[in-house]
């Protein structure tokens, strides 16, 4: 069997049972799991698959796609669990923090409940909520409510983070593809999250792997911009190389 054809007898496979594993296609294709991974790595590449630890998984849904923050907290539970402790190590008394919106960084919000000399500026208006009533100083940014997100967006959003600066931003995304970058289906949410890259020293990427091999309508930032991803292990290969190469340090929970 020729390399291509192979590959596309995988993503035949891939849509008849939703999802693959390196040592099932080994077997099956009576080949070394050294050539499957290679497959999967170029399918992924291609944006035909998402690379998943040990597999993989159908390309990811929509550019437009926009699900409530409900729906997310349902998602990957344990992972953002872990990249939300890192992040909290990574944050000193006395720093100024932003936290855009996503469930990501709601969960690192709880993880920074008990310092003591810590401002977080925000535009989501749950994490705000959380942090209520502790000793970290919260500044939240004003604007429209996003009912999908429970975000503030639009110009005296905007206006408010320019007036401003952080130490340390932690960005959550929906999208994250290495060539390309950053991205989130909302136009006005990308903005505001661009004026954060602007104002902050140092930005985060504060993502679990199923983020990654997928863009969304709207660009925040190529990831030239970034200076750190916090992700967990079900990262591909591939992308943990190309974002290494880019500059970028990565840290896997």
Do not use: W
């Amino acid at each position: 069997m020729l390399n291509e054809e192979r590959r596309r007898a995988i993503l035949d496979l891939l849509t008849n049972q939703g999802r693959v594993l390196v040592t099932e296609l080994s077997r099956h294709f009576e080949t070394s799991q050294v050539t499957i991974r290679k497959d999967l790595e170029i399918l992924h590449s291609r944006g035909l698959v998402h690379r998943t630890h040990g597999g993989a998984l159908p390309a990811r849904e929509g550019a437009l796609e926009d699900p409530t923050l409900r729906e997310k907290e349902k998602l990957h539970r344990q992972e953002k669990m872990r990249i939300a402790e890192n992040a909290a190590t990574k944050v000193k008394e006395g720093q100024v923090v932003i936290l855009d919106s996503g469930t990501t960084t709601t969960t690192i919000a709880r993880a920074l409940r008990n310092f003591k000399n810590l401002t977080i500026i925000t535009n989501a208006v749950n994490i705000a909520a959380e942090l209520a009533g502790t000793a970290v100083e919260v500044i939240l940014t004003g604007g429209t409510v996003r009912k999908n997100s429970f975000s503030l967006v639009g110009p005296i959003a905007e206006e408010t983070l320019h007036r401003l600066t952080a130490d340390l931003l932690f960005l959550g995304v929906d999208g994250f593809d290495v060539h390309y970058g950053l991205s989130t289906p909302n136009l006005h949410e990308a903005k505001v999250n661009r004026v954060m890259v602007e104002i902050s020293k140092k930005i985060v990427a504060v993502c679990d792997s199923s983020k990654f091999g997928r863009r969304s309508l709207s660009l925040i930032s190529p990831v030239s911009m970034l200076h750190e991803v916090i992700t967990d292990r079900g990262l591909s290969k591939t992308d943990l190389r190309a974002l290494k190469q880019a500059g970028v340090e990565v840290t896997l929970v």
